[in-house]
């Protein structure tokens, strides 16, 4: 055991203490309030999770236990008390030294985490150094500490620059250098945002499994709810700076005592709702600004169920035996009443259209170091009016470079063909018409990156109206004020620039300016993923509401199944560039599907934490530039059946009407291998 391991077993009950902490940041001159009386306390070996809409102040907790807030950013009242020490009285070294031995954070993107210009053995060697510990032995430790986080070969990883690991092994790479002095507690922020499922349920079985190990506490803040279910003891809700509601995670979760959390939960896509099914939940507003003054419950502009004391009188928390919550009418807060109707199914697609997009034999080559790297092989695929086709498949798979060869932003190989409402269309996308440039339309992740922060919200739709649609005058106002209205913004935001809007709301501005042109297909590329539960449900809804009014089709990648499940028609289901599995929605994930579809729909955390086989895939996706022989997945896959799969590819074959699988094991034998549990390797 460790001298840390040692030392924590004679340190306080709690391994963290908030007491009515809050903290300003100060803005145009003025302190503006973001956390308001904090109070709340994580056991020792204890999960905390902690949840709520961006903006709340979830970072700013973390941040302000480790004394980490900006310039502008001070802490206005309250105490911190980590393992037994006022944070608040520690002098310079002896907070460093806290920072070093008993308090560590994982943030959500470990690109900007890692050094790019060290390498990572020295990355982790150099925390050995500043505990005294150095040259081989630091060496030593630091191949310890990456087969500790289960990552293969540690000395060739050592070797390299954190550019050349994928998101999982470097977030692998911070998870081993924040736990290299096995701290006693640890902070983790978003550390599974932007990851693939089966990345994300690997370095959370390892989060798990660490924890057991380091009887470590953590402090996990994540909007994704599912994930808190899974990983947390306990979970707070925070809104506008306040904790809301706080208890064990499961009785909060399926008996919520606050509106808030109450609406939070309804935002979610549960048990296979499509978008047939009728619209998801979405919470009306705006969360408050930093500093605004609220005289009674934060929540109560956008709650159903306020009153005017609610407005005027800020609610206690009430002990509800073993849990709180911020609520005068507690006992009342699930009947909520919805506030998006639930009765609005879209239209389905209609069977017998002529597909608006058909691609046949697409393929893609790239030179890398000498080598061939295939990154789409061999797809084929049609879509039709109205219809949303789903990609999924872990990083690497292909799904982004299908989508840039759709949009002519790279050429396919030669004898491949695209075609867009029977008309072929040109590799690249300055070859094509007018008409089929703007016929085919995207939707990025990140908004900040694909909207110009100098021009205004008028500006930017404008431009596409008149770049797109070559409207002028009147016909371009009237044109924008309805695109406006489709997306559910306002005139006001007309003016204002996308650095003055909220995430959710620079994504409407990027959807109605791929609208601009009457796009018969729009590509949205992790529309989503970025966003919290509530402005995801409001996109969801947005994107199939825009579907039905407008009849376009949509190509829709994303890493979040359920959110696919909710959206998509058709799924199509890659891995190294091939499609391994393709049919209707509702028949890829009700099964029997390809082993590789069955791995990652076992990898997706549930909100109910019911529990079901994970099946574990060894080992990372291979390189395109050296895949495997006979089916590509066979080095990873849990139902390998023998030399057949080494040394032949399986074709795709269709398995029921429409539902097509590329697997060696005959459809009815994945049935019946299905209804089982498969061994997890060891």
Do not use: W
Not at 134 to 151: C, D, K, S
Not at 223 to 252: F, K, Q
Not at 543 to 548: E, G, N, S, T
Request: with cysteine; net charge positive.
């Amino acid at each position: 055991m460790t001298n840390s391991a040692q030392a924590r077993n004679t340190k306080a009950e709690n391994a963290l203490e908030l007491s009515d902490l809050s903290v300003a940041y100060r803005v145009a001159g003025r302190n503006r309030a973001v956390l308001r009386n904090l109070s709340l306390n994580i056991k020792q070996g204890e999960a905390y999770g902690l949840v709520g809409e961006s903006g709340c102040g979830k970072s700013t907790v973390a941040l302000t236990v480790v004394r980490y807030l900006p310039r502008n950013g001070s802490i206005s009242g309250g105490a911190i008390s980590l393992d037994g020490q006022n944070v608040m009285k520690l002098d310079g070294e002896a907070l460093r030294r806290a920072r070093a031995e008993s308090v560590s954070m994982v943030y959500q993107d470990p690109g900007k985490a890692l050094n790019p210009s060290i390498r990572v053995g020295r990355q982790l060697t150099e925390i050995f150094e500043l505990g005294g510990i150095t040259g081989q032995a630091a060496t030593e430790r630091a191949i310890a500490m990456l087969n500790r986080v289960r990552i293969s070969d540690p000395p060739s990883v050592m070797q390299r620059y954190p550019h050349q690991l994928s998101g999982g092994m470097q977030q692998r790479v911070a998870i081993a250098m924040a736990l290299a002095n096995d701290p006693s507690m640890l902070i983790l922020d978003e550390p599974t945002t932007g990851l693939d499922a089966t990345v994300e349920a690997e370095v959370l079985d390892l989060i798990a499994q660490l924890r057991q190990e380091l009887s470590a506490s953590i402090l996990f803040i994540s909007h994704n709810l599912a994930v808190v279910s899974n990983m947390c003891d306990r979970v707070g809700v925070l809104y506008a700076g306040m904790l809301v509601e706080e208890g064990p995670t499961e009785i909060v979760f399926n008996d919520p005592r606050h509106p808030y959390t109450v609406a939070l939960l309804r935002c979610l896509p549960r048990g296979g709702q499509r978008k047939d099914q009728g619209r998801l939940d979405t919470i009306p507003g705006f969360l408050p600004g930093i500093g605004a003054d609220i005289k009674g419950c934060a929540f109560a502009d956008r709650c159903a169920l306020a009153d005017d004391r609610c407005r005027t009188e800020l609610p206690p928390l009430y002990d509800l035996g073993g849990r709180l919550s911020r609520c005068f009418y507690h006992d009342k807060a699930q009947s909520l009443p919805r506030a998006t109707p639930s009765n609005v199914p879209a239209p389905a697609p209609k069977p017998a259209a002529a597909p608006v997009l058909r691609v046949a034999g697409l393929n893609k080559t790239y030179a890398s170091h000498g080598h061939a790297l295939r990154a789409v092989k061999d797809v084929s695929l049609d879509l039709r009016p109205g219809e949303t086709l789903g990609l999924v498949g872990e990083s690497g798979s292909g799904k982004t470079t299908f989508a840039r060869l759709l949009l002519g932003l790279v050429p396919p190989d030669d004898g491949g063909t695209i075609e867009l409402e029977g008309k072929a269309l040109a590799p690249k996308l300055e070859n094509r018409g007018d008409d089929q440039v703007k016929a085919m339309q995207i939707v990025f992740q990140n908004p900040d990156s694909a909207l110009n922060r100098s021009h205004s919200i008028r500006h930017l739709i404008g431009r596409a109206l008149k770049r797109l649609a070559g409207l002028r005058g009147k016909a371009l106002e009237a044109r924008l004020n309805d695109l406006v209205r489709s997306v559910r913004l306002t005139d006001r935001h007309l003016a204002v620039k996308p650095r003055q809007l909220s995430g959710g709301l620079k994504q409407r501005v990027a959807i109605a300016r791929a609208f601009a042109g009457d796009p018969r297909i729009v590509v949205c590329d992790e529309p989503t993923s970025a966003l919290d539960v509530s402005v995801q449900a409001a996109i969801l809804n947005l994107l199939a509401d825009l579907q039905a009014k407008e009849d376009v089709s949509y190509i829709f990648i994303s890493h979040d199944l359920g959110v696919v499940r909710y959206l998509s028609d058709k799924i199509a289901v890659l891995y190294l560039g091939r499609i391994m599995e393709i049919g209707p929605s509702e028949q890829v994930f009700s099964g029997p599907h390809h082993p590789y579809t069955e791995a990652l729909l076992s990898a997706v955390p549930k909100l109910d934490q019911t529990e079901t086989a994970r099946i574990r895939l060894d080992g990372e996706i291979p390189s395109a530039t050296n895949p495997p022989s006979g089916c590509v997945f066979h080095t990873r896959c849990p139902r390998k059946i023998g030399p057949i799969c080494e040394q032949q590819e399986p074709p795709l074959s269709e398995a029921q009407p429409g539902h097509s699988i590329r697997c060696h094991i005959p459809y009815a034998e994945l049935a019946r291998l299905q209804k089982t549990v498969v061994a997890e390797p060891a």
